[in-house]
C-alpha cells in the first residue's frame, strides 16, 4: 500500500527499484535533443512570465503544440497580464486563441484564473502549488509545469506521456498520472525531476507511441520490459 500525499492522492512505491533509470533517462535525452521542445519549455527559455507559462499550459490542453504557440502570441501582443486579460473579455480572447480545444470553454478559464489572481494575489501569479492547484480549473499537470518552468522550483510534471512510459518501463506500477507523480517523488533521483516531463514528452510523440510504438528504432529497448506493449515496430 502506498502512502498518502497531498490532496490524498495514493501514492504506490516505484515499481521497480532495480530498474537502470538514471541510464534510461540520460539515453532518452539525448534521443529528445533531436526534436523540438514543448510549446511550453520553449516560452521558459525564452524568459516568459509564469503567468504567461500558465495561461498557455492551459491553452495547450488537447491542443498540438503548434496551434498553442500561434494562440499564445496572438493573445499576448494583446495582453499579458491577468488584468488585461480581463479587459479583453472572454469573447476577445476566444476569438484570439481560436482553433486551441475548447477555445470558448478556456476563455471563461482564463478570465476566471485572471479575476482569481487579481482578487487573491494582487495580479501575480503564486509559486505554491497547492495555491496554484486552487485556480479555477487548474490540475496538477498545470501547477507542477508553472512551479517548475515559471519559477525553476523543485516539482514533476506528469502528463500521459510521463505516466504511460514509466509504467512500460515497469519502474511504477499506477492506474493515474496523480499516482504516477507521486510515486516518481519517492523514487526518482531529484536531479531528474524537472526534465523528466520534456525528455518523455518529446520520446512519447516520436517512438514510444501510445500504441505501435517504435520499438525497433528505440535506444532504451533493451532495458525496456514492454510492458503493456501489445504491437509494436
Known amino acids: 500500500m502506498g502512502k498518502k500525499g497531498k490532496q490524498g492522492v495514493e501514492a504506490p512505491e516505484a515499481g521497480n527499484r532495480g530498474f537502470p533509470i538514471e541510464r534510461v533517462l540520460r539515453a532518452v535525452e539525448r534521443e529528445a535533443g533531436r526534436w523540438k521542445a514543448p ?32 494562440a499564445s502570441d496572438r493573445l499576448f501582443q494583446r495582453a499579458h497580464t491577468p488584468e488585461a486579460m480581463v479587459r479583453l473579455g472572454a469573447e476577445q480572447i476566444a476569438r484570439l486563441i481560436y482553433p486551441v480545444g475548447f477555445y470558448n470553454v478556456k476563455a471563461r478559464q482564463l478570465i476566471d484564473i485572471c479575476a482569481t489572481l487579481i482578487e487573491r494575489y494582487a495580479g501575480q501569479t503564486p509559486e ?8 479555477p480549473g487548474v490540475g496538477r499537470k498545470t ?42 517523488r519517492a523514487a526518482l533521483p531529484n536531479r531528474y ?20 510504438p ?14 503493456g506493449v501489445t504491437r509494436s515496430r
Not at 53 to 67: A, K, W
Open 214 to 227: 517504435k520499438c525497433s528504432q528505440c535506444v532504451v529497448e533493451k532495458d525496456c520490459p514492454k510492458i
Open 143 to 184: 501547477a507542477n509545469l508553472v512551479v517548475t518552468l515559471g519559477y525553476g522550483l523543485p516539482g514533476i510534471c506528469v502528463d500521459t506521456h510521463v505516466h504511460r512510459i514509466t509504467n512500460r518501463w515497469g519502474y511504477v506500477q499506477t492506474k493515474t498520472p496523480e499516482q504516477t507523480e507521486f510515486a516518481l
Open 128 to 135: 505554491d502549488l497547492d495555491k496554484l492547484l486552487a485556480l
Open 193 to 212: 525531476w524537472i526534465p523528466i516531463n520534456d525528455w518523455l514528452v518529446t520520446f512519447g510523440q516520436n517512438v514510444c507511441r501510445p500504441t505501435s
Open 39 to 70: 510549446i511550453v519549455t520553449r516560452l521558459a527559455e525564452a524568459k516568459r512570465s509564469p503567468f504567461e507559462i500558465l495561461v498557455s499550459t492551459v491553452l495547450s490542453l488537447r491542443t498540438q503544440d503548434g496551434t498553442t504557440a500561434e
